[in-house]
């Protein structure tokens, strides 16, 4: 059992940075990677960033060169650093946390609550 919060978000004029924290705690030895993803309204859930436990980072092209996704595994912290943010980054935020289980390649996905990131034009 692995539970994640968020926090950090908030309202940013567009050309503007807001960086974001996940703080994990429980099992976080059987996390294997963790990610951002965000959902706008009307919108499914899509992913942002995510960082394997080896430190391999993959990114969304809408966000590319402008977030940075990283891990502090001495404060079981993920960060989502955003940069020259864009009207259509406004959404709700969520950390997720990809774990391991008793069976051998089934993971396990927690989520957090979620933090609303609004960007104005």
């Known amino acids: 059992q692995v539970q994640l919060v968020e926090s950090g978000g908030g309202l940013v004029q567009a050309g503007g940075s807001l960086g974001l924290s996940c703080a994990a705690s429980?099992?976080?030895?059987?996390?294997?990677?963790m990610g951002w993803y965000r959902q706008a309204p009307g919108k499914r859930r899509e992913l942002v960033a995510t960082i394997t436990s080896a430190s391999s980072t993959n990114y969304a092209d809408s966000v590319k060169g402008r977030f940075t996704i990283s891990r502090d595994n001495n404060k079981n912290t993920l960060y989502l650093q955003m940069n020259s943010l864009k009207p259509e980054d406004t959404a709700v935020y969520y950390c997720?946390?990809?774990?391991?289980?008793?069976?051998?390649?089934?993971?396990?996905?927690?989520w957090g609550q979620g933090t609303q990131v609004t960007v104005s034009s």
């Open positions: 429980g099992s976080i030895f059987s996390i294997r990677s």
């Open positions: 997720n946390a990809a774990c391991g289980g008793p069976v051998a390649g089934r993971v396990y996905n927690y």
